[in-house]
């Protein structure tokens, strides 16, 4: 069933499943933002909890739009399509329904925006907090030992390709959706419908894209809560749904303006590492690489090919790889 959304200067997206107990708070944190020219869209995706009963306390408001799906989508970025679709807006915050924000968050990212029209996004530092709303760690953290080359103690102004090319072709540098604000037209570029069969790392593949249609704003503050859950999408997905999904996301990093071709093999490599040192299935592996379809897995293989040419070490890792395998093969009775 569709819904629409009215016009407006600036809209809050926020999709939510199964986080009823967190709802209300992130609610009360968008309508406790300094900045008050907003809409509210909450998109319920079916959840079956009391979801939604907080949703309509917050009915009949006139910046709010609450739509709930009768059946689940099954991708938790369908609230996306939804804005893609829908949305006339100029800037967006996608505030995913389990985190909370401080009430500065939105000011300060709209204003760094306005003061920088070349920008596609703006984000900030997290704190990390546990379903008890207990604080357990810091964005810092993560972007530290994930991304060295960047001082992320330093606000800064960083040109996209640069962005790409140094640190989000190596793993999503932005931790969490929630914090950051991007203008809509920017949205509309980065967007790509293939998103709808990712599980993890569609938001990676989304922030290359974004930064790609201009320079990224990073402030070194802390003004957005991230919450971890104990049992997370990725402990609950494959090994080889993961792998798949991780080089479908370089390689859609890799392909953009200014990505060096060393560094998208590196961060492919460091998937290969890990589909080998965890030893997944092949064939699991190649069922979920062609839900991306059958060009991207020709082009990624001959990627590879050639990668494994020019490295001797990494050949020898793939022959103690297949070798218990084609021992087990022989072994098998015919």
């Given at each position: 069933m569709?819904?629409?959304i009215?016009?407006?200067?600036?809209?809050?997206?926020s999709?939510?499943?199964?986080?009823?107990?967190?709802?209300?708070?992130?609610?009360?944190?968008?309508?406790?933002?300094?900045?008050r020219?907003l809409?509210?869209?909450?998109?319920?995706?079916?959840?079956?909890?009391?979801?939604?009963?907080?949703?309509?306390?917050?009915?009949?408001?006139?910046?709010?739009?609450l739509?709930?799906?009768?059946v689940?989508?099954?991708?938790?970025?369908?609230?996306?399509?939804?804005?893609?679709?829908?949305?006339?807006?100029?800037?967006?915050?996608?505030?995913?329904?389990?985190?909370?924000?401080?009430?500065?968050?939105?000011?300060c990212?709209?204003?760094?925006?306005?003061?920088?029209?070349q920008?596609s996004?703006y984000?900030?530092?997290?704190?990390?907090?546990?379903e008890?709303?207990?604080?357990?760690?810091?964005?810092?953290?993560?972007?530290?030992?994930q991304?060295?080359?960047?001082?992320?103690?330093?606000?800064?102004?960083?040109?996209?390709?640069?962005?790409n090319?140094?640190?989000?072709?190596?793993?999503?540098?932005l931790?969490?959706?929630?914090?950051?604000?991007?203008?809509?037209?920017t949205?509309?570029k980065?967007?790509?419908?293939?998103?709808?069969?990712?599980?993890?790392?569609?938001?990676?593949?989304?922030?290359?894209?974004?930064?790609?249609a201009?320079?990224?704003?990073?402030?070194?503050?802390?003004?957005?809560?991230?919450?971890?859950?104990q049992?997370?999408?990725?402990?609950?997905?494959?090994?080889?749904?993961?792998?798949?999904?991780f080089s479908?996301?370089?390689?859609?990093?890799?392909?953009?303006?200014?990505?060096?071709?060393?560094?998208?093999?590196?961060?492919?490599?460091?998937?290969?590492?890990?589909?080998?040192?965890e030893?997944?299935?092949?064939?699991?592996l190649?069922?979920?690489s062609?839900?991306?379809?059958?060009g991207?897995?020709?082009?990624?293989?001959?990627?590879?090919?050639?990668?494994?040419?020019?490295?001797?070490?990494?050949?020898?890792?793939?022959?103690?790889?297949?070798?218990?395998?084609?021992?087990?093969?022989?072994?098998?009775?015919?």
């Amino acid at each position: 069933m569709p819904f629409d959304i009215p016009p407006c200067r600036v809209l809050v997206a926020s999709p939510t499943y199964k986080h009823a107990q967190y709802l209300e708070a992130r609610i009360n944190s968008v309508f406790g933002q300094t900045w008050r020219d907003l809409h509210l869209l909450v998109v319920n995706d079916a959840s079956p909890d009391n979801t939604a009963e907080v949703m309509a306390r917050y009915a009949g408001r006139p910046n709010v739009t609450l739509f709930t799906r009768s059946v689940n989508s099954g991708s938790p970025f369908a609230a996306w399509r939804d804005v893609f679709e829908r949305a006339d807006c100029e800037y967006l915050w996608i505030a995913e329904s389990d985190d909370r924000a401080e009430p500065n968050f939105l000011q300060c990212g709209l204003e760094a925006l306005q003061a920088a029209p070349q920008a596609s996004f703006y984000y900030t530092h997290s704190w990390v907090t546990n379903e008890a709303d207990e604080l357990c760690g810091h964005t810092i953290n993560y972007l530290r030992r994930q991304f060295p080359a960047m001082d992320w103690m330093k606000s800064q102004k960083i040109d996209g390709a640069d962005f790409n090319n140094r640190v989000q072709i190596y793993g999503n540098a932005l931790p969490n959706m929630s914090s950051a604000v991007m203008r809509m037209n920017t949205f509309r570029k980065a967007f790509d419908p293939s998103f709808d069969s990712f599980r993890l790392a569609a938001d990676w593949a989304f922030v290359g894209r974004l930064a790609a249609a201009g320079d990224v704003l990073f402030n070194a503050k802390t003004h957005n809560h991230f919450r971890k859950h104990q049992v997370t999408a990725r402990a609950t997905t494959s090994l080889e749904r993961t792998c798949a999904e991780f080089s479908r996301a370089i390689s859609m990093i890799g392909e953009l303006p200014g990505v060096e071709e060393a560094n998208t093999l590196a961060s492919l490599e460091r998937t290969a590492h890990m589909f080998l040192y965890e030893r997944g299935s092949v064939l699991e592996l190649a069922k979920w690489s062609l839900k991306f379809g059958v060009g991207h897995n020709v082009k990624l293989a001959w990627r590879l090919l050639q990668h494994l040419k020019q490295r001797p070490d990494l050949r020898e890792r793939l022959r103690g790889y297949l070798a218990p395998r084609r021992a087990a093969l022989s072994a098998a009775p015919a």
